[in-house]
């Protein structure tokens, strides 16, 4: 997967101040910074516990790699390997496939089932020259999601975190005191926008290459990233505190730039002058156009086309 992870193309100052409003909930301005405004939905107490996605090697399907689906109808599958060649972690429903760089050193990587619920074959891959792959291992699972959130609400490659992250403890900060949904979202995302500023030597160094892995708590330490940095963290933070985030790759018009974002599912609603999370729906988030000095980073935000989604 080859990107430009969005550099290049001027975002009009107008795109900018609308996703500030997307995140805070109200009229504003780049120059203005955020205005609190209202929030509504159902009422938010904090998770009991943080849902993770932990990787079972005592129920994984026979075979050297091993491919863990015991946790299937959590949303998610994971695999290990040892190989002296590089591999990959291949998910697939019916025409759609997802291949992850798997670690060779016997590193797990957890994969969401973000096709939904039915058949997926998952298959341990080994490259053989070029971009030839042979499988290794393999497994077919018919996946019944517990609920279509279950992939959304966990960490996986993209997406990673534990308990002990620091990116679920400043989203705990952050959410405390929050009496509804919309003040836990506008809470993550005034504050990820406001203190994660666009790193452009990183968006250069990896434009036109392929295989990163985004980490929030490095994000976090650092407070720059690239618009992948922004999805991911802003993901973590929503997911550890129980609300269903997606973490999206594609492109965006005019020039198919290619870009990383949020959707996020409200059961209730959220609404200002000019944003709205819709009640029973997922409603796009993209901070990369509100972080502070994103300036060029991506489009004019006005056509989305998603490719990926975990």
């Avoid at 997406?159 to 836990?184: F, I, Q």
């Avoid at 994000?219 to 990233?225: K, S, Y």
């Amino acid at each position: 997967m080859r990107s430009t992870w969005g550099r290049g193309v001027t975002a009009a100052a107008l795109t900018c101040a609308l996703a500030l409003m997307a995140c805070s909930g109200a009229t504003t301005s780049a120059a203005d910074g955020f205005d609190e405004g209202t929030t509504s939905g159902p009422e938010w107490t904090e998770p009991a516990e943080v849902l993770l996605a932990p990787f079972d090697a005592d129920a994984a399907a026979a075979g050297a790699p091993v491919i863990d689906v015991s946790h299937a109808s959590e949303g998610y599958v994971a695999a290990s390997a040892t190989s002296d060649a590089r591999l990959k972690l291949q998910v697939s429903s019916g025409e759609m496939s997802y291949n992850y760089d798997l670690p060779s050193d016997g590193t797990a990587v957890v994969a969401p089932l973000n096709m939904g619920s039915g058949s997926y074959r998952v298959r341990v891959m080994q490259n053989t020259s070029g971009n030839n792959y042979v499988e290794l291992a393999g497994t077919t699972v018919d996946v019944v999601l517990a609920s279509e959130f279950e992939p959304f609400v966990r960490p996986n490659v993209f997406c990673s975190y534990t308990e002990s992250s620091a990116a679920v403890a400043k989203a705990r900060e952050l959410a405390a005191g929050a009496a509804n949904e919309g003040d836990v979202m506008r809470a993550v995302c005034i504050w990820v926008a406001s203190n994660i500023s666009y790193d452009y030597d990183k968006a250069a160094e990896l434009s036109g290459g392929s295989g990163y892995v985004p980490d929030p708590d490095a994000t976090l330490a650092a407070g720059t990233g690239i618009c992948f940095d922004y999805a991911s963290l802003s993901g973590a933070m929503l997911r550890s505190l129980g609300i269903p985030c997606k973490v999206i790759t594609g492109y965006v018009s005019p020039d198919d730039v290619y870009h990383a974002w949020n959707m996020v599912y409200a059961d209730g609603s959220w609404h200002s002058v000019e944003f709205s999370v819709d009640q029973d729906s997922w409603s796009r988030v993209d901070l990369t156009f509100a972080a502070a000095g994103a300036r060029d980073t991506v489009g004019d935000g006005t056509s989305y086309t998603d490719r990926y989604v975990y």
